[in-house]
């Protein structure tokens, strides 16, 4: 059997809000989860300031390195909006008023309410595919293979909702998840030996402290359902050995 | 007046559980609040997987370029924990064992207890320095200026709280933030003229659209208490003179 091709993607989230600590971010891992159900996967994200040539250097280091580069943030109408011209500056192309935002835009607002700052919106880099936007109406864009969505969560899930099912994948990557209260010094070796075992599978170890005690997640990540299974009965089989009790957990 | 001087930091965030959208980061967000606080500036982080050779690349590309960088995840005792090696060869000095590190588990852990797996977790590169775990007790180290903290939050922020009162920074940043219900659009042309009148602080408008409906916070950061409070004062103004009733929100 050939090699499935893999789909590889990176997030570029952009935005003062996010590294002042103002904003947590929730686009990273609701992206993330998309795009594993399509079968491309997140290899890096990023968080970087609103300044242009930080934006021009990330996207342009990061296009050729991955099939997909999405952008979070910054395509408002306000003056720290400034992320579709610093695209068009990293494609070398000229920012211009792209027709059909221009239309979106005046079935959304009454003619006095455009603009200059809400055409800003439609402006975007020469070349430019539009990504729907179903909330609030103004839309986002492709360029390459760069595709520029909005900050605010609402609005980038129903961009992200739009756009994934249209975008070329692989197999999805699934997931088994094994809880238990042993600690991890416990399982450690156990565990390296299931991970030799199952070489194509990606397994982790992730301990939490939460009020109701301590527990870990011991989740195995792939693309095969049957590998997954047998790894899974494999790290259950590992628990029960060291006296713990596996318990499965829903799979995220 | 001599202009103070800047103090950067990169936040490494390691771990396929971020990427794969299994778990939500909270680390960001704690960290740039505690650095703000310190006079320390967020500008950049990154999310990568658990793979010694970007580990290496990502670090040795933030160290030079940043005055601190703090690295999450991947130093406990499970075979996915690489962080210490991967730092160690970043810095091109052997992993060793820690003798501090190895008392503290010691003290932490019964004889029959300490397995290879644990004593991972106290070999450090050559010549790190402990940063202090009053959680788990198991510590975190420095090496140059690159801070290896733990991914669990409860521990990364324990960690945190305790070395960043000994880390230099400059003068805190501080902001206020005005909450009205006009939209961003109507705003954008006033808020842009504050801006060019307030180049010292740096102004960001970020709407959300809630079950409680919409809402826009502008938002001004700086390290003037005077200048932020004229600016705050001037959207103010901007937001009654476009109708709106301006609301001050608690500094986050």
Redesign the interface.
Known sequence: MAEERVYTACVVIIG???????????N??????KL?ARGI??????????LCE?IVATVNEARPRFDYVFTTGGI??????ITAECIARAFGVPLTLHPEAKRILELH?RPD?I????L?MAHMPEGAELVRNA??RVPGFRIGNVYVLAG?P??MQAMIDDLVPTLAGGAP?R?R?IACQLA??????G??AV?RRFPDL????????RRTGYGVSL?V?GVDETRLAAAAGEIADLVRSLGGTPQEEPP?
Chains 1, 2 share one sequence.
Not at 17 to 26: C, F, H, K, P, V
Not at 115 to 118: E, G, Q, Y
């Open positions: 003062n809000e996010i590294l002042s600590g103002r904003t947590q971010d929730a990273l891992a609701y992206i993330a989860k594993n996967r997140l290899k890096e994200a990023r968080v970087i300031p609103d930080t408002g109408p306000t003056h720290d909006d607002y309410q603009n200059p700052a809400r800003r909330v609030s605010v609402e609005v990557v997931s998840s991890e010094g416990v399982l450690a070796a565990l390296e991970q990606d397994i982790g170890s992730y301990p939490a402290f989740v990540r995220t």
